[in-house]
């Protein structure tokens, strides 16, 4: 597996080894972005990206399918919410019911996910999760899938990182 990101200045790939120490460097390369194809985090030209990654993955010598990918930009949502403590299959439910008071776009347009990250007691008793809500608007994701389906990668771990 190997990461690739995508920015508005340079196109950047990495694959590491797993080694008796931690891990190492084994292929990298970097090369710039094609002007005005990726811009806050938004792919607007997926076919011109698709063509430039093929090309960085050819002279950096990776070869692997599977790949690592964040995606970023103004739209993506990512917050701490508060809810009751429920149960795992229950909480994708309560994330939902809750989105809209955190996403200012239609969720049904939108990739959701969540995490718990820990429980705890109130001061009157009641007890509540802290779960870290994404959402992605599926017009943001769809140009990135459009270049790994061109340049056929497999997306394996696909990660957000937040610039609102």
Known sequence: ????????RSIK????????????LDK????LSPEGSIVNGEILNPI???????ELLKDSGIRDRRAIIAITGQKVIIREI??????????MAGVIWEAPKYVP???????IDAE???EFVEKDGNKMMRVLLVAVPKDIIQPYM????????????????SSA
């Open 82 to 91: 508060v809810l009751p403590i429920m149960e795992d299959k229950e909480l």
């Open 48 to 54: 011109i990206v698709a063509d430039v990654l093929i």
């Open 28 to 31: 990298y390369g970097i090369t």
């Open 1 to 8: 597996m190997f990461a690739i990101d995508f920015g508005a």
């Open 105 to 111: 776009y239609d969720l049904d347009e939108s990739i």
């Open 146 to 161: 459009e270049v790994l389906k061109k340049v056929r990668i497999i997306p394996k771990i696909v990660d957000v990182v």
């Open 13 to 24: 790939v990495a694959k590491i080894l797993r080694t008796s120490d931690g891990y190492e």
């Open 116 to 118: 718990k990250v820990d």
